[in-house]
């Protein structure tokens, strides 16, 4: 496309996220979401790039690009802004070693983000489940961001690359940005100082290995900007532009509900930019784009919007609403209604005390030791894109005006989004301590054009945010427990960057093959070696962030209660997979359902809710009195011996009708144990007894 190798870096970040999102979906036709299915399709598109790329152009740009990234990286420490970028990768290094040490610690990873992934891992695919309670929102969440952890999952069916993964979608969102506020006209000192403000920011670096989606959504906007500020600052001159654009918003659409807004302001500036481009060429007498040409274009375009559209069709043909959970109020008036747990904000919390106890949670204040909110990034970057914009107003094309344009209608997005009725929870209760992630690909947008800015003023301010996000980000809650998995994960990660650096070294010397050959067998080792260091501290770890007192975490505290499961998750972490009926108590959020860890280690144990009602229809546990008129013990066991059911695990809060059926029926169900306080236990199902005793309840009706 002619253009800067950030902007070609960009193209191939982009096609590579997506390109995974779209083989997961024609895997997941053929329940061939597995290695050797990656493998397959893998072979097939590098068949077709090399048939595709005869001239050797590919590589040969692919080459010149990863020299002048490794010249620009050289350069870093020659410049002030570049020691403060080096700061902001040393902490999210950290942060990453310490993920790379431990498992998931993160609540809704445990709840349904992992479980999710781990199902697509040991289904081949996209597949559903029916739950009660919160599971019914949470099984229609976009899982675009969950299929990026499935494919970290899948090689190893483990989650030890996870803090890889998450790692690299963290710096190609500070890649993203930095390209885009170059597109709209900042200085390089300006857009390097405005990415290492996003990556420093406390809701994006902090999410390293929680498993969250957010990151994916950042990662996304960016990218997605980096194409419509091209597009709309070169009036709509070339059409793979938009494509890469149209790709980037049917991921940001699809990968999280509240970037929606986002993605639509990039759909309607991909067409304002065409149509703007079309009227000055016929203006100047120039040829206008037709025939195949265009439609190549328009359906290419497509192509890449559609790769979002599965969850939404979903939830339409379903449920009978596109945005479903969510509800969807205009003027006031409810259009289409959501789930109870998505509608109701007494769920998420205790109110908060006014205006100003939300903006200390916000800005500044930690919540039980935790701080993962944007923090002064939030006004100060909506202020300097204002300055920026209008510094540079007079100076610029009438294209790089609507560039402008786009990212400040962005920020008033965020604006909108943040203070309309549907959010009204994550402003006024205590969702708000973890709410600025639903505003990082809003808040991407606004740097690049605080960017724009190249007084020493705003540049102060900008390094002054940097050095603010690494206090406010820094990793809390250490505890003793961590201190060996995580030497021994530092202590591989110098040997594998030596390792890697001799390699690198020595290339001019080696054929490309071997290089690429040696690098992959070091990673395959490494990824054992990363494995076998972390697996005897697993539980250990888990237990830790079960303390009430002085728990570990990495994000936020987990729920002490719940958490204290993990003497379960350890039991039932064999070497042979189980097969297991999961149930729990309403608990007035249901977000209690910590099932991630019951998968095991390895993600052998298959997880099912067996339905108690006599149809099989799931009612949720919080229609308490609803629930017990319809429960039927016979019907529960029946389903259970046709699933092949070996054990039942029982978490907190325990009043279940199961719970009840099961110590009420011990010659069916064996007690097998718990946790110390009881609050949750596990039953095997003796299947032989099961069949007497439904065969003993059927004689009385026979007769």
Known sequence: MGAPWTVRACASLLGALWTAVAAFWLLSVVRGFSVPGALVLALTLLLWLRRTNRDGRLGADLSADLRAALRAFRDLPRRPEGWLWLAVAALAGVRCLRALASPPLAWDSLTYHLFKAGRFVQSGGWVAESAPDAWGAYEYLSPLGDVLSAWALLGTQRDGLLPLLEFGLWLTAQF????????????RRGALLASAAIGACPAAV???????????????????????????????????????????????????????????????????????????????????????????????AGIGLAVGAPPFLRAWIERGSPVYPFPLDVAGIRLLPGHPAAESGAVFGKPLEGFWELWSVLLFRSVKDAFVNPGFLLPVAALLAMWGVVAAWRH???????????????????????????TASFRTTQAAVTSGRYLLPYLATLAMAGALLRQRAAHFAWGALVVSGLWLARPRAWTPVEAAPLAGVAALTLAVAALLAVVAVRRRTRSAAIVVVTAVLIGALATAGLEALRAPHRYALWEASADLEDPLFHVHRLH????????????????????????????????????????????????????????????????????????????????????????????????????????????????????????????????????????????????
């Open 176 to 187: 993203a940005v930095y390209t885009a506020a170059r597109q709209l006209g900042g200085a």
């Open 396 to 422: 610029v094309a009438p294209g790089g005006r609507w560039a402008m344009v786009y990212c400040w209608i962005s920020g008033v997005a965020l604006l909108a989004w943040f203070t309309v009725d549907a």
């Open 560 to 703: 002490s209660a719940y958490a204290s499961a993990w003497p379960l998750w350890r039991a039932l972490d064999g070497e042979t997979g189980r097969r297991i009926a999961v149930t729990a108590g309403w608990d007035g959020l249901g977000h209690n359902w910590y099932r991630y860890p019951l998968l095991g280690s390895r993600l052998q144990n298959r997880l099912f809710y067996i339905p108690v009602t006599a149809n099989g229809e799931v009612v949720d546990y919080r229609q308490g009195e609803a629930l017990e008129r319809r429960a039927d013990f016979d019907a529960w066991l029946e389903r259970l011996r046709a699933a092949e059911i070996e054990l039942v695990v029982s978490l907190m809060p325990r009043w279940t009708p199961e719970d009840a059926w099961m110590r009420g029926a011990p010659e069916v169900f064996e007690p097998l144990g718990g946790d110390e306080r009881n609050f949750h236990a596990v039953f095997a199902l003796d299947s032989a007894a099961a069949t007497m005793r439904l065969r003993s309840e059927a004689l009385p009706r026979q007769r």
């Open 206 to 300: 902090a999410y390293i290995g929680s498993g969250y989606v957010d990151l994916a959504a950042l990662t996304f906007a960016a990218l997605g900007s980096v194409f419509v500020l091209r597009w709309l600052v070169r009036d709509g001159e070339e059409p793979g532009v938009a494509v890469w654009s149209a790709a980037a918003a049917g991921l940001v659409a699809g990968v999280k509900m509240t970037a929606v807004p986002l993605a639509l302001l990039m759909v309607s500036a991909l067409i304002a930019g065409g149509w703007r481009g079309r009227r000055r060429r016929a203006a100047e007498g120039q040829r206008r784009w037709g025939g195949r040409h265009t439609w190549g274009t328009i359906a290419a």
